[in-house]
Structure formats: C-alpha cells, structure tokens
C-alpha cells in the first residue's frame, strides 16, 4: 500500500511539475519583453516630443527587443542578395528576371526567425528565374 502510495505520489508531482513548466514557459521571455513595453508607454508620455527624441526613443527601445531576442535565442533569418534559396529558410514569393543565378535570393520581403535552431517563421524572398 505504500509502495502504491509513493508512486501515486511521484506521478501526481510530475504531472504538477510539467503542468508548472508549460504555464511558465514563457516567462523568461516575458521578463524580458516587460523593459521594452515600458520604454514604449515612456515613450508616449513625452510631453513635447520633436522627430529627434522620438527617432532616439525607437532605437533604444529596438535595441532593448534585440537584446531580449539574444537572450531567448529567437535569431533573425535575413539572407542577403545572391545568396541560394534555402527552403528550410526561405519561401520564395515570386521568381523574377535578374541578372544572377538561378535560385538565388533577389529581394527579402520580410525577414524570418528561428527560436532555439527551430524555424518560427521563413523569410519572404523573390528568388531569380532562370535565363
């Protein structure tokens, strides 16, 4: 009976504890996402603001995403022009005339991200037709 007892035990603390990690999974990120709103809301009290101070605003706060990316390692995917498609990377849009290789990258649409070596989202490309 008690042997049952301390397995039933064991199980329902496992239960709790995986329970626990997928209700706080985030939290690391959240911690680091909570600066970031604040520099926002900051932002947006400025009394008298001038292109110059805002401009300066939206850098810092950039910055402070960028950082909160890197320590949740959520990485940009932004290939650059003439570089081969990748379609675990990349989803081509559209193929286009271009004076370069075939399947090559032309324009990046819109950037990707991985998060922890998982791709979340591809990036947007044109990619060059072949001649």
Do not use: C, W
């Not at 039933?8 to 985030?26: G, V, Y």
């Not at 604040?38 to 850098?59: C, F, H, R, W, Y």
């Not at 849009?93 to 950037?111: C, G, H, R, W, Y």
């Amino acid at each position: 009976m008690r042997a049952k007892a301390d397995g039933e035990n064991i199980r329902r603390r496992a239960q709790e504890d995986i329970s626990k990690a997928h209700k706080f999974a985030i939290e690391s990120f959240a911690e680091s996402l909570v600066p970031v709103k604040d520099s926002l809301e900051m932002g947006l009290k400025v009394e008298a603001p001038t292109v110059e101070s805002i401009k300066e605003g939206v850098e810092m706060t950039l910055k402070q995403l960028n950082a909160a990316f890197e320590k949740n390692r959520l990485m940009e995917i932004n290939p650059q022009q003439g570089d081969k498609l990748d379609p675990m990377k990349h989803q081509a849009i559209s193929m286009v005339p271009a004076d370069q290789e075939a399947n090559t990258i032309v324009t990046v649409l819109q950037k990707g991200y991985t998060i922890a070596d998982r791709l979340l989202r591809p990036a947007l490309v044109t990619v060059a037709q072949a001649k």
